[in-house]
């Protein structure tokens, strides 16, 4: 959407270093004035609620006043458009209010079961919120239980839905450690634009899944926006960026940090890494309390010479001696993989980091978007919009 002429704000979550990233323009951030004026509009209005005046006697959240400020600082900008990422799920998500211009799904997990329910059809169901009616619908690949809850909810609210699985005619990835190439082919259907030619990109992402990501959003784009060329989605999509995924810094040694934290998610970045660093390298690990540690350790063995497995931080609930449990279980003998369990966080970063850059071997840090902040914050000076 930038690189057609548009000004574009980005409401995403979570944030790795500066609260601005969450609300921000796909360059950086929105000018301070902006967000002084955003503040100058939403403090005043806030502090003038009275208690037990809301409804259910509910004082707001944090992310509903977040999302509230991210829709007030995108009006103060003038943005010609915003692109809105859902927090937890979709239908009773703060950021629901909103009629889009399009909605977009991306592929179901078991995540936040807690909140959606415990199967995907479950969660899909709760995604499926965002569909609104006669707004058209743009969803990844799924399984056909999941698809066919997104079908049947587009069908009752008359939503034109567009499922990957149909749009894509090839799609081809290379990975390597600069980055991703990707091909993209769709097939023509009824009803809208129409691609020219394949569209073929190198995107600063590395992780595989990103493909895919690629092909959603230039199908939708292509879709709303019918006059932006082929030209114009492939220069958007190689500047596209966002820190924490598959982030590859090279230091003292190279370190790459990813927020995967879903088991399908956790095999999608050992995939990647074991592309795009085939030699032997070192794990640092922490993931929340809700997690499915048991599956995600399963994965490890064979795969890393060292894992230091820690807590994400202060801000999040964890379970350190669960996470023990789960990764002597998982590497029980197994000699060849030094396991430590540190529950000090600084100085399990701080380990990890110096044993990495001894053996001179690449560390990924993973498990969690909190431990990959403290990583950033402790072992670097964090420079926003910057990847590889």
């Known amino acids: 959407l930038e690189e057609s002429g548009k000004t574009t704000g980005l409401y995403t979550s979570p944030h790795m270093i500066d609260f601005t990233e969450r609300i921000s323009t796909p360059s950086g951030p929105f000018t301070d004035a902006v967000y002084g004026k955003a503040c100058d509009v939403i403090v005043p209005l806030v502090d003038s609620i009275i208690p037990g005046t809301i409804p259910g006697n509910v004082d707001p959240s944090w992310f509903e006043l977040v999302t509230l400020f991210s829709f007030v600082t995108f009006r ?9 990422e859902t927090g937890l799920g979709g239908r009773l998500d703060a ?21 959606l329910g415990d199967t995907l059809e479950k969660i899909a169901g709760e995604k499926a919120g965002i569909i609104k009616p006669g707004v058209p619908v743009f969803v990844a690949e799924q399984q056909t239980s999941v698809r066919n809850v997104f079908s049947r909810v587009a069908d009752e609210r008359a939503s034109p839905i567009f499922s990957m699985e149909d749009a894509i005619a090839s799609l081809e990835s290379s990975v390597s450690q600069d980055g991703l190439s990707v091909s993209i082919s769709f097939n023509d259907l009824p009803g809208g634009a129409r691609f020219n030619r394949p569209i073929g990109t190198r ?28 030209s114009t989605i492939e220069r958007g999509l190689a500047r596209a960026w966002l820190p924490g995924r598959f982030e590859i810094v090279r230091d003292d040694t190279i370190v790459i940090l990813d927020g995967a934290h879903t088991v399908r998610s956790m095999a999608l970045t050992i995939e990647t890494m074991k ?16 997690k499915d540690v048991e599956a995600m350790a399963a994965m490890f063995p ?14 999040k609930t964890s379970d350190i001696s669960h996470e023990a449990r789960a990764f002597r279980e998982a590497f029980a003998g197994d000699d060849s993989t030094a396991v430590v369990i540190d529950g000090d966080y600084r100085n399990a970063i701080t380990l990890a980091y110096d044993k990495a850059r001894s053996a001179k071997v690449p560390l990924l840090v993973t498990g969690s978007f909190y431990l990959v902040a403290e990583v950033k914050m402790r072992l670097f000076r964090p420079e926003s919009g910057q990847g590889n």
């Open 76 to 84: 103060e900008a003038g943005v010609d458009w915003g692109v809105i």
């Open 95 to 115: 950021t629901n209010v909103i009629v889009p211009e399009a909605s977009v799904i991306t592929q179901i997990e078991l995540e936040h079961t807690e909140y």
């Open 203 to 230: 995107l600063r992402f590395v992780n595989r899944i990103q493909a895919r990501n690629a092909a959603l959003a230039a199908y939708t784009v292509k879709r709303i926006l019918p006059d932006i060329d082929e």
């Open 275 to 290: 592309a795009a660093f085939p030699g032997e390298c070192h794990l640092l690990f922490a993931c929340a309390a809700d």
């Open 302 to 315: 064979g795969v890393f010479s060292r894992v230091t497995v820690t807590r994400p931080g202060e801000r």
